[in-house]
């Protein structure tokens, strides 16, 4: 399992990888050399989201997304992409993250995982 760190990481790079992708745009690289859970990673995360309008995703869902997974090229529908490859790691990772926070004693409940804390 991967530590703390690189699950925020992951987690940001599917939010970010897959809206970009979902909207045509370039997409930003992060270094990836945070050494400790560093909200300034979210916040740059969240502000390329924020970046986006909804009109340069709508209509993906058919748009052909073409990526590396590891040494693979891999073609799918913009609505496989999302369903089927970015959403099922986004929360596989955000969930993981939350479960080492919570093992470690972080005071955090469902309410904080699902943002309405």
Excluded: W
Excluded at 69 to 82: A, C, H, I, K, N
């Amino acid at each position: 399992m991967y530590p703390l760190v690189k699950q925020v990481q992951t987690v940001s790079d599917f939010a970010k990888n897959c809206a970009g992708r979902l909207a045509g745009v370039d997409i930003p690289k992060f270094a990836d050399n945070e050494a400790s859970f560093e909200k300034e990673r979210l916040a740059k995360t969240l502000a390329f989201l924020n970046s986006l309008k909804p009109e340069q995703i709508g209509g993906s869902e058919d748009c052909e997304i073409s990526f590396k997974m590891g040494q693979r090229d891999v073609s799918m529908t913009g609505r496989e992409y999302l369903l089927a490859t970015s959403m099922p790691n986004f929360y596989f990772h955000l969930t993981t993250a939350y479960a080492i926070l919570r093992h470690n004693g972080v005071e955090i409940g469902k309410r904080d995982f699902l943002g309405t804390a």
